[in-house]
């Protein structure tokens, strides 16, 4: 149906996040090349600057990353960054994929799931024209198949143009993939199709990852130095087994020192010699310590060394202010030796002031150490406490690489506050967990955290507050609030203090029900839970407001409110397409359905253009590039009694003058029915 829109000059409202040209106003300037470093159970408190040093000063053993604590100086400190969940397989895959644990697909314990066939980072920025790259662990290749052919989402199908590393997650737990190494064999470690474990004697990761990416870059730069690269340098260090190198680092760093790439049989790098699992750094041999803390120290201490080569690599390639780099963790800091005796995080205190290991929502496993740096770009020596989370990248980059971030996204750019432009982020944090063990029951802890059940686990901010929940049974379980800002340790729980906590109290139990999607493979004891209804301030009249834009995205695009005017807005009278001739037509629907009974509801729809579709923040429906259901799908949602807002996005992908686009919806009383929607009359 051609239907016209009715024109409202004051019905103007909604549009697209675009983002302005970042790098200057001459077009002729490069977007930046990009390198996300992802450790694997590094602690808050492992870095220096952000607690070592303290310790230091306060006389108690301590371990030392010099170089981070100077790109720290150089950059900016993200004090609150969150991962999505205390464990790696989640964590990575909200990273890729821009999407929270309310709606991601690899959710719990789901180790070497098949990462979606969606937007990622890596496919977004090869859609900006970037080189892709994924050296080091990966974890989320599919259950199936043991080869880059049979594997269903091996990173080169999921947009890398390259990849090196381990593929499993497990295999990431012996850092010497050519030996035996305490309980742990030999491992597979792939270069693309090839399979080159057999080649790596003596190699350790931390510096094998490192001499990759160092010659990747170096060929990159050599080979194609107009076109920017995005890698994803995801260490498998200092996650257990204990393993250390088997020589000093190299001195220097950059072209002519640190690790080098060899590439030959028996000595691919530089340093694959000398007696593997051996070297202990000079600084910490000789303390009295227990040979497991002497062991993780030099494993941070060796990342720390990798950062500096890489930064040391990129001055000498004319490239350092061309380049951001992020520095993170996947999940707080672990309990494991895997073979090597007795170890906990104590002894450094590795979660910092805060209580909480690995698997655990309190602070200490879930913020993690991040690190943001680009010179001239970034201000340096500052430090922001705004809560962010690994979901926030995605939509950072795509802003940065000058395209719209996808609407599905959870995720808020980051730049406003990268640039110093903004101190408040406007992000959300929401982090589901489920496993069946208990917190450690470290004196450092607080008494009531210790050997807590920790069953399933909700997070969420709120008005500046954490609200958190251990081994849930029930949604009407409270949840313990928490200013973090000042109070990292979580000593005081606020909740029921007074009314504000009160009120803030039944405002997060709504807010957790609006944000997430059930999922049948990580159940949740609220999966049931009517979405609460909403009171509209003002009078609901029948239609629903859209606004229309001719803006150049290859998906549909995230909207932001406020940014860009609408070439036109105005109501219709139900969900209708429009037809344009035009592939950067974007259409935004906005309004509220009606809920006459509280019940199950399902939807479903019929289009031929992108569509992506929320209620409340949960979303509902994604039929977009680059993994289209095929233009048709149905979901089901339980829905409180009364009006829910919801926003559609469209976009056509091939201009016609059939465009097609109907949801219907079917549940008590109704029988798939066209979806009722009303606006706010003025």
Known sequence: MNCKLIVYSFLIFGSLSIPNRLLGSNQADKKPNIIFILTDDLGYGDLGILYQNRRKAEGKPYHSTPNLDKMAAEGMILGRHYVPAPVCAPSRATLLLGLHQGHAEIRNNQFDKALPQNHNLATVLKEAGYATALIGKYGLQGLEGDSPASWEAYPTKRGFDYFFGYVRHRDGHNHYPAHDVANRGPMELWDGNQE???DLAGSYTTDLFTARAKKYIQDHKKSNPDQPFFMYLAYDTPHAGLEIPSMPYPS?????????FIGEKGNYINTANGEVNSYIHPDYRNEDWPEVQQRFATMVRRIDNAVADLIHLLQDLDIDEQTLIVFTSDNGPHHESYGYGDYDPTFFESFGVMDGTKRDTWEGGIRVPALVRWPGKIPEGIRNDSPSGFHDWLPTFAEISDLPAPANTDGRSLWPILSGNKTEHEGKVYIEYQVNNKTKSYEAFEATKRDQRRGEMQV????????IRYNITSHEDDFGIYDTQNDPGETRNLAGTNGEFVRLQEEMKKTVLRWRRYNASAERPYDQEPVPAISPEGRMVAGIM???FNIPSPWVPFIRRG???PNESGILPHIEA??????DNVMVYEGFVKVPR???YEFSYQTNQGLVMHVHEALLLDDDHPSPSGGSGKTR???????HPIRIVTKIEAPSQNQVLEIRWSGSGIQNEPLPVFHLGS
Do not use: F, M, P
């Open 598 to 600: 509280t019940g199950e």
């Open 637 to 643: 949602l339980v829905l409180e009694e009364g009006y």
């Open 252 to 260: 220097a760093g950059g072209t002519d020192g640190g690790v080098q």
């Open 546 to 548: 859209v606004s229309e």
């Open 196 to 198: 080159i474990s057999a």
């Open 563 to 565: 940014s860009v005017t």
């Open 460 to 467: 969420l901010y709120l008005n500046g507050y954490k609200g």
């Open 578 to 583: 429009i037809n344009r001739a035009t592939e």
